[in-house]
């Protein structure tokens, strides 16, 4: 059989050699209204996503997705908060917030944990807030 060499790109590395960050989908995309419970209707009965059951330590209405990844209606924020938040997946979690230090944006001090994800958010220079996520083994 033939063998083929991998790209330092494909095994997810630099190529000084460290290790990249390697984002594998948006597992989460999530808003933050006044009108929660209108919002929570009108994505349940006219975008018609699947209800999903609660996650402890998480204030949201959460609606399945085909693909696995998740919509959120939680509650208002202050004016100078984001609205919504966008949640890239990783495989490492601990590396990816070393990167992002590395990087100099604003980075959580402390990694958050749910029943379902370890995460933690970062201001991009964008200005705007996102989310990586690792799923809890």
Known sequence: ???????SDELGMELDGSIAMRITGITFVGTRTDARPAM???VRD??????????DGMD???FSMPDGSSFAVTPGVAPTEDDR????????LDDA???????????DEEISTNAQFRYLHFRAPDGHL????EVRG
């Not at 059989?1 to 790209?7: D, E, K, M, V």
């Not at 006219?46 to 996650?55: F, I, N």
């Not at 938040?85 to 490492?92: P, S």
């Open 1 to 7: 059989s033939a063998s083929r060499s991998c790209t």
């Open 40 to 42: 929570t209707r009108f």
């Open 46 to 55: 006219v975008l018609r996503l699947t209800a999903s059951p609660a996650v």
């Open 60 to 62: 949201a209405d959460l």
């Open 85 to 92: 938040t966008v949640g890239f997946l990783v495989d490492d």
């Open 97 to 107: 917030r070393r990167e992002l230090l590395s990087s100099e944006v604003e980075v």
């Open 130 to 133: 996102y989310e990586l996520l």
